[in-house]
């Protein structure tokens, strides 16, 4: 009843600009009432942030639609596919996944990360993936195709996040991922992307299709994001934007934190001029992680100070501006904490060469996709190495995810590799676990590489314990406080 209720308001959003300040309160307070109201476990303070975070997301589609910039069809369909499966209580009372847990133990996670080819156009300084025009790694067509039907039948998912190398690069066997995306058109993808080749072709081509939303990387303004990506990057992403704009292509931006343009990231105007000049609809933040060719750019990662002052405007963003604005590990808040491993309500990632990987920034796998299919088993056996559940024991025993979401550890550090790496390389990482690539071998034998990151956390820990105590835990105790009277 209540999705329905929902669907009906976002419709009249659609049909009736003169009402819709009244409408768009009365869906967020939809909103709240779902997901601080009547909604999980979860501690006060991450409830509100997570309906600050929805509420933003759709205000910023929703204008955009409104502008002309996101077709009327195509948000409606998106709508339909994702947001009616967002709210928890569809999850946890799904069929299909109760039929899941049954059968292996527990619920599989929302969805994965495919990266079908490391080839990627340009060659962009300390890329995570080590991308560059004469890569040729990549998963033949048919591997792709068995991966999302898996995702799709073995883990019940709809949602598939497709990374890289270049995605619109990829070819394969007279194939492209526009297929997959064609193909596979009961589910969504959301694809990162350089931007430079969707044309306005492309563009036309994802309108109909409806089940894809581009992330375009870019790194501030035209100088920032030339310096790393290349002269003339910029106008290209822009060029981008204009042709998605003009086929009602929904997008949104993602940003790579570093130390050269985090005081970037901290100016409002940046925010203004991507979400109302450009049209984003959403804008994914991930800080630089010393993986692939950074493994050694420690002077390149935001600092311990610079990540509070960005989490600090990254509550500004959801909660005063609207901006539907999301970091990685600054917003672990909306997702209980870390998300890696295949936990329920997260993901795993599968790369280029098949590795299956905890995460996108975890360069270390055991299984690989393509043992699994030549020798007839499912995606699903990758879950239950002992790397993945070593992160899923440290998940739960740190009150990450669904296990103690009253009781958490703390949520603003929720990286198990980045924020815990002590932790991560005595107890989750297993002998048997082997490096992506040279860089991850090199990292993990490296004493430097190991000091360097454990003082950041040391000092992270020290600058966000306080906030976290007074501000999430302390606001939760005035709540159990403010309902026994």
Same mark, same amino acid.
């Given at each position: 009843?209540?999705?329905?209720?929902?669907?009906?308001?976002?419709?009249?959003?659609?049909?009736?600009?003169?009402?819709?300040?009244?409408?768009?309160?009365?869906?967020?307070?939809?909103?709240?009432?779902?997901?601080?109201?009547?909604?999980?476990?979860?501690?006060?303070?991450?409830?509100?942030?997570?309906?600050?975070?929805?509420?933003?997301?759709?205000?910023?589609?929703?204008?955009?639609?409104?502008?002309?910039?996101?077709?009327?069809?195509?948000?409606?369909?998106?709508?339909? %596919?994702?947001? *009616? +499966?967002?709210?928890?209580?569809?999850?946890?009372?799904?069929? @299909? #996944? $109760?039929?899941?847990? /049954?059968?292996?133990?527990?619920?599989?996670?929302?969805?994965?990360?495919?990266?079908?080819?490391?080839?990627?156009?340009?060659?962009?300084?300390?890329?995570?993936?080590?991308?560059?025009?004469?890569?040729?790694?990549?998963?033949?067509?048919?591997?792709?195709?068995?991966?999302?039907?898996?995702?799709?039948?073995?883990?019940?998912?709809?949602?598939?996040?497709?990374?890289?190398?270049?995605?619109?690069?990829?070819?394969?066997?007279?194939?492209?991922?526009?297929?997959?995306?064609?193909?596979?058109?009961?589910?969504?993808? %959301?694809?990162? *992307? +350089?931007?430079?080749?969707?044309?306005?072709?492309?563009?036309? @081509? #994802? $309108?109909?299709?409806? /089940?894809?939303?581009?992330?375009?990387?870019?790194?501030?303004?035209?100088?920032?994001?030339?310096?790393?990506?290349?002269?003339?990057?910029?106008?290209?992403?822009?060029?981008?934007?204009?042709?998605?704009?003009?086929?009602?292509?929904?997008?949104?931006?993602?940003?790579?934190?570093?130390?050269?343009?985090?005081?970037?990231?901290?100016?409002?105007?940046?925010?203004?001029?991507?979400?109302?000049?450009?049209?984003?609809?959403?804008?994914?933040?991930?800080?630089?992680?010393?993986?692939?060719?950074?493994?050694?750019?420690?002077?390149?990662?935001?600092?311990?100070?610079?990540?509070?002052?960005?989490?600090?405007?990254?509550? $500004?963003?959801?909660?005063?501006?609207?901006?539907?604005?999301?970091?990685?590990?600054?917003?672990?808040?909306?997702?209980?904490?870390?998300?890696?491993?295949?936990?329920?309500?997260?993901?795993?990632?599968?790369?280029?060469?098949?590795?299956?990987?905890?995460?996108?920034?975890?360069?270390?796998?055991?299984?690989?996709?393509?043992?699994?299919?030549?020798?007839?088993?499912?995606?699903?056996?990758?879950?239950?190495?002992?790397?993945?559940?070593?992160?899923?024991?440290?998940?739960?025993?740190?009150?990450?995810?669904?296990?103690?979401?009253?009781?958490?550890?703390?949520?603003?550090?929720?990286?198990?590799?980045?924020?815990?790496?002590?932790?991560?390389?005595?107890?989750?990482?297993?002998?048997?676990?082997?490096?992506?690539?040279?860089?991850?071998?090199?990292?993990?034998?490296?004493?430097?590489?190991?000091?360097?990151?454990?003082?950041?956390?040391?000092?992270?820990?020290?600058?966000?314990?306080?906030?976290?105590?007074?501000?999430?835990?302390?606001?939760?105790?005035?709540?159990?406080?403010?309902?026994?009277?």
């Amino acid at each position: 009843m209540k999705e329905v209720l929902f669907m009906k308001v976002l419709r009249q959003l659609l049909g009736n600009k003169f009402s819709r300040n009244l409408l768009l309160k009365k869906l967020d307070s939809h909103i709240y009432s779902s997901f601080v109201e009547n909604g999980d476990r979860t501690i006060h303070k991450a409830k509100v942030r997570k309906a600050q975070f929805l509420s933003s997301l759709l205000r910023c589609a929703l204008q955009n639609v409104e502008k002309g910039y996101v077709s009327k069809n195509v948000f409606k369909r998106i709508s339909q %596919l994702l947001l *009616t +499966n967002s709210y928890p209580r569809k999850q946890l009372y799904s069929g @299909k #996944l $109760e039929e899941f847990k /049954n059968q292996h133990g527990k619920y599989p996670p929302n969805f994965i990360v495919l990266s079908p080819t490391k080839a990627c156009n340009l060659n962009c300084t300390g890329c995570y993936a080590a991308s560059d025009p004469d890569a040729g790694a990549k998963l033949p067509y048919h591997m792709v195709d068995w991966i999302v039907g898996e995702a799709r039948d073995k883990l019940h998912s709809n949602f598939v996040v497709i990374s890289g190398g270049e995605p619109f690069l990829y070819k394969s066997e007279g194939k492209s991922m526009m297929d997959i995306f064609e193909k596979y058109n009961d589910m969504f993808f %959301l694809v990162y *992307t +350089n931007g430079t080749l969707i044309t306005p072709e492309i563009a036309e @081509k #994802l $309108e109909k299709l409806a /089940n894809v939303t581009p992330a375009v990387s870019i790194e501030g303004y035209e100088a920032d994001t030339d310096k790393r990506r290349g002269k003339g990057i910029h106008q290209k992403i822009l060029q981008a934007f204009e042709n998605m704009r003009n086929a009602g292509v929904p997008f949104g931006v993602s940003v790579t934190a570093t130390s050269e343009n985090a005081d970037v990231l901290l100016e409002d105007d940046f925010y203004d001029f991507y979400f109302n000049q450009q049209g984003a609809n959403y804008m994914w933040q991930f800080q630089l992680m010393p993986i692939g060719r950074s493994n050694h750019a420690f002077d390149l990662m935001v600092s311990p100070e610079k990540r509070v002052q960005l989490y600090r405007k990254w509550e $500004e963003q959801i909660n005063q501006k609207k901006y539907s604005v999301a970091d990685f590990w600054n917003s672990g808040i909306l997702s209980n904490g870390c998300i890696a491993y295949g936990r329920r309500g997260g993901y795993f990632y599968i790369d280029w060469n098949g590795n299956i990987m905890p995460c996108v920034f975890v360069p270390y796998y055991v299984d690989n996709v393509y043992d699994l299919y030549n020798n007839g088993k499912s995606l699903v056996g990758a879950l239950f190495s002992d790397l993945m559940k070593n992160g899923r024991k440290w998940q739960k025993e740190m009150g990450h995810g669904y296990d103690h979401p009253d009781n958490p550890h703390n949520w603003l550090m929720p990286c198990s590799i980045r924020d815990h790496y002590k932790n991560f390389y005595h107890n989750i990482l297993t002998e048997d676990a082997q490096g992506e690539s040279i860089e991850a071998e090199e990292s993990r034998n490296d004493n430097e590489y190991y000091r360097r990151l454990v003082e950041y956390d040391e000092q992270l820990e020290e600058l966000t314990k306080d906030i976290w105590e007074n501000e999430y835990m302390q606001s939760e105790d005035q709540e159990e406080r403010l309902a026994k009277k």
